[in-house]
């Protein structure tokens, strides 16, 4: 489990990031480069429970307020809680927490354990949307206090990416040379 997410690189210029379309076609493609570059091969099961928890991180919407972290001044959206927090840290209403994630494995609960994992691999795909890293509330719609406007960002991206346009990215980067950047730690990885 760790090596996964120690696999995740994402230091790429991705796009962004609805649930069903683009999260769930950059945590394929996250799931098949990783399987590209290491020993341990995830399964077609484990993959799709990866995917599906990076889905379900966006539901219910209150989550997302959770989904923001300036990384200059360590802060999330409106001095709350970062991203970074909710990933690593155990917290009230966040049962998909790295702690939590490695506790279900540790339990022999692995289909929970790849779900939470899914859950934090969102919040690192997140990383690469400049709303959530500069902490601008984007949201036409959503949790009261975020009726400031849609990202252009992220509606191109639900418009055009997802698990079948983004088909093939893995191993494009695999062709290029890219590797898989490993940290000691999941903190490291939002860093």
Known sequence: LVCIVMGILLPYS???????????????????????????KLTTQEKELLIQGSIDEDFPEIRSLNHFFDPVRNI?????????????????????SWQRATQYYAEGDED???????????????????????????????????????????????ETQNRNTLAGLAQALNTGGLQPRLFSSLSEHFD
């Open 14 to 40: 991705l796009s962004a990031y609805e649930p069903r379309t683009t999260h769930a076609g950059l945590s394929q493609e996250i799931a098949n480069f990783y399987n590209l570059h290491f020993e341990r």
């Open 112 to 158: 929970r354990a790849f779900l939470a994992l899914g859950h934090i691999i969102h919040l690192l795909e997140d990383m690469a949307v400049p709303d959530h890293t500069r902490n601008d509330p984007h949201k036409g719609a959503g949790p009261s206090g975020l009726y400031t406007g849609e990202s252009p960002y992220e509606k191109w991206a639900d």
């Open 76 to 96: 999330g959206l409106n001095n709350g809680r970062t991203a970074k927090d909710w990933a690593l840290e155990p917290s009230v209403g966040n049962d998909f």
